[in-house]
């Protein structure tokens, strides 16, 4: 029924406009470029295109293989790194294609634990169980919100593991890589680092350079920090014919058929664009949730880690145990339009009733707010977890905020609106 499909737009288009008046702050999304976006509603979103570009197994493929070589020769300059497969098609099958290239089921994968701030896929029920291989936990300094770097050194010596895998969604400090280049080697494992938070702040000079840090493979998301579509992306260096063939093979016919053509065009633009941006948008995104968590521990909001500047990422990780919990917390803000999401801290034994929130700045960056804006979100935020006022009243000044930070930058389009709804009927 056609009313059906317009009803259906219409609660799309309501979604585009709520956001508009929302202070966004999931940690793992972002803002697409005009022009990535464009890309999305090309007839790339049609076609097929399995294998690589000049080794296709269909016809048709004339300009999808000019853009693929282009989106992975700008990944390979982006990154300054020899390997690129922008396949995958998001950060968990890209995780998987790691999984398959480089690990048989019974072998160990050293990884974090989620309460610790790990991804589901290096779960037992995520991709780590589907590949069923044996995964160990690193010792966790819940201090410094970091793996504890000499019982880590002594853990590895002892497990011995076929890949040491190292990245979180709750990544606010950068893992001490350098310092365990040495026992890498000694122990003769494969280094794989998941990107996929910080992968925009790595491309931008900021909290670290995996690649330059002894990581042979690095997985990501592409939309989260790094603000490109929904899709995932491979890069490594060290890596010889052999393991970049299997990583290839892993991705396709591995885990992916279709590899999303248009979301790769999308990507190809974002990465032409952050080779501009990268550095002045990765710079500010940090400075900002530094300010944000400086602003709340100043009002007696408990930010972790204020002794090691809350964060050198985009995120910031609030222990709101002493106001409700994470899922009141979390449900309290979206009634005032400021999105986050309720998160375990490494204290928790619960998914469900963490003590915990995770907010995110990159979005608010990507619309050009800065420390200042960022004192404002604070007090907004304060509000409603610790002065308790009603959600809907602080909603309006929220749209207030706002009203002023509706524009995109950071790309080629900058100034165009950033919750444009693209209308086509
Ligand atoms: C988000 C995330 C992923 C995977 O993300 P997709 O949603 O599958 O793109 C993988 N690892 C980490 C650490 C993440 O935070």
């Not at 080697?185 to 840090?213: K, M, N, S």
């Not at 493979?217 to 929904?230: E, Q, R």
């Amino acid at each position: 029924m056609k009313e059906e499909a317009l009803w259906i737009k219409e609660k799309v288009r309501a979604h585009n406009k709520w956001f508009e008046e929302c202070i966004p702050m999931i940690a793992s999304e972002n803002l697409m470029s005009p022009l990535a976006k464009e890309m999305l509603i090309s007839d790339f979103a049609d076609r097929y295109a399995e294998g690589l570009p000049g080794k296709r197994y269909y016809q048709g493929n004339i300009y999808v293989d000019e853009v693929e070589t282009k989106a992975m020769e700008l990944a390979r300059e982006l990154f300054d790194c020899s390997f690129a497969d922008l396949r995958p098609i998001s950060g968990t099958v890209a995780n998987m294609a790691v999984l398959f290239a480089f690990a048989e089921p019974g072998d160990t994968i050293t990884t974090c634990a989620l309460a610790q701030g790990a991804h589901i896929s290096t779960a037992k029920f995520g991709a780590f169980g589907f590949r069923s291989v044996n995964s160990v936990n690193y010792p966790f300094d819940e201090k410094s919100m970091n793996i504890d770097v000499d019982a880590t050194a002594k853990l590895l010596r002892e497990v011995k593991p076929k890949v040491a895998q190292f990245g979180l969604s709750v990544f606010l400090f950068p893992p001490p890589l350098k310092e365990l280049q040495e026992t890498f080697q000694d122990v003769g494992c494969t280094v794989w680092y998941d990107a996929a938070h910080v992968l925009g702040l790595i491309a931008g000079g900021q909290f670290q350079d995996p690649l330059r840090e002894g990581v042979n493979i690095l997985s990501s998301s592409t939309h989260k920090t790094f603000p490109g579509p929904n899709h995932g992306i491979l890069l490594g260096s060290n890596l010889d014919d052999e393991q970049e063939k299997a990583l290839h093979k892993a991705v396709f016919p591995g885990v992916t058929s279709s590899h999303h053509l248009h979301a790769m065009a999308a990507l190809a633009v974002t990465l032409a664009e952050m080779k501009v941006y990268a550095k002045e948008y990765a710079a500010q995104t940090v400075k900002n949730a530094q300010a944000l968590g400086q602003a709340l521990n100043e009002l007696g909001i408990d930010v972790l880690c204020p002794d090691l500047g809350f964060t050198r990422s985009h995120a910031i990780a609030v222990d709101v145990s002493a106001h409700g919990g994470g899922k009141v917390v979390s449900q309290d803000l979206e009634d005032a339009n400021i999105i986050c999401n309720k998160n375990m801290l490494p204290k928790d034994t619960s998914a469900v009733k963490p003590s915990g929130i995770r907010l995110g700045v990159q979005e608010l960056t990507r619309v050009g707010m800065k420390e200042s804006e960022m004192k404002e979100v604070a007090s907004l935020i304060h509000r409603v977890v610790a002065k308790k006022e009603a959600p809907l009243k602080v909603k309006e000044d929220v749209k207030l905020l706002k009203k002023d930070f509706t524009k995109i930058r950071f790309c080629f389009n900058e100034g165009e609106e950033a919750y444009r709804f693209h209308e086509l009927v």
